[in-house]
T-cell receptor, first 107, second 115 residues
C-alpha cells in the first residue's frame, strides 16, 4: 500500500554525501513526507519529515520539490553506521512502510 | 533510559500456545502502536491506541488482541499461535502534533518463532 517509489539499493562512500531519492506523485495536500531508517535487526528510527518546505536537523536534510511529487533525503557526511534500509513514507495519519532503499556505506 | 522497551526480546513457542508481548514507553506519549515485520522484511501496522482507546485496527486475525492498561503500556496477546505468526513484532509510540504530523519511536523488537 506504499505510495512511494524508491531505488532498491545504493552505495555511498564514507565521508561523502548520500542523496536518497523518493517519488510520491500521488501525494495528497495534507500528507507529510517522512523518512525512517532501519539498521539491521533494530527498530526503525525516525530521521526527518516535512510538508512543503525543505527541512534540516542534526541527522539529515529533506528536500521536497515544489510540486511535492518527489523528495530527496541527504545524509551530509555518510559514515559506516549509516548503513541501513531507508524508508520514504507519505502519510497524514498512518505510516505504511514499503521496501525502502538499502544503503551501503563503504570505507 | 530506554524510551520504548519490549519484553521478551526472543520468544520461541509451539503452535497452539497463547503468548503475550509487553511494551512500555517512558516518553509520555499518547499513542502507541504494534507493527509486524515478516520474513520478507515488510513492516505493517497492526494496531494503534491513543490514550488507551483503539484507533487503528488493521486486518489482523482476532487471535491477536492488544491491551492497554494505561497510556504508557500496550501489550499484545496472541491466542492459538500459528506458524505464520513467526515474525518480529515492534512496538512504537508517538506524541501527535497538530496537523497530523508525528514522529514514531520504535522499540527493539520481539522475535517470535512458532514451531
Amino acid at each position: 500500500d506504499a505510495k512511494t517509489t524508491q531505488p532498491p539499493s545504493m552505495d555511498c562512500a564514507e565521508g561523502r554525501a548520500a542523496n536518497l531519492p523518493c517519488n510520491h506523485s500521488t501525494i495528497s495536500g495534507n500528507e507529510y513526507v517522512y523518512w525512517y531508517r532501519q539498521i539491521h535487526s533494530q527498530g526503525p528510527q525516525y530521521i526527518i519529515h516535512g510538508l512543503k518546505n525543505n527541512e534540516t536537523n542534526e541527522m539529515a536534510s529533506l528536500i521536497i520539490t515544489e510540486d511535492r511529487k518527489s523528495s530527496t533525503l541527504i545524509l551530509p557526511h555518510a559514515t559506516l553506521r549509516d548503513t541501513a534500509v531507508y524508508y520514504c513514507i507519505v502519510s497524514y495519519y498512518k505510516l505504511s512502510f514499503g521496501a525502502g532503499t538499502t544503503v551501503t556505506v563503504r570505507a | 533510559d530506554t524510551a520504548v522497551s519490549q519484553t521478551p526480546k526472543y520468544l520461541v513457542t509451539q503452535m497452539g500456545n497463547d503468548k503475550s508481548i509487553k511494551c512500555e514507553q517512558n516518553l509520555g506519549h499518547d499513542t502507541m502502536y504494534w507493527y509486524k515485520q515478516d520474513s520478507k522484511k515488510f513492516l505493517k501496522i497492526m494496531f494503534s491506541y491513543n490514550n488507551k482507546e483503539l484507533i487503528i485496527n488493521e486486518t489482523v486475525p482476532n487471535r491477536f488482541s492488544p491491551k492497554s492498561p494505561d497510556k504508557a503500556h500496550l501489550n499484545l496477546h496472541i491466542n492459538s499461535l500459528e506458524l505464520g505468526d513467526s515474525a518480529v513484532y515492534f512496538c512504537a509510540s508517538s506524541q501527535d502534533l497538530p496537523g497530523g504530523q508525528y514522529e514514531q519511536y520504535f522499540g527493539p523488537g520481539t522475535r517470535l518463532t512458532v514451531t
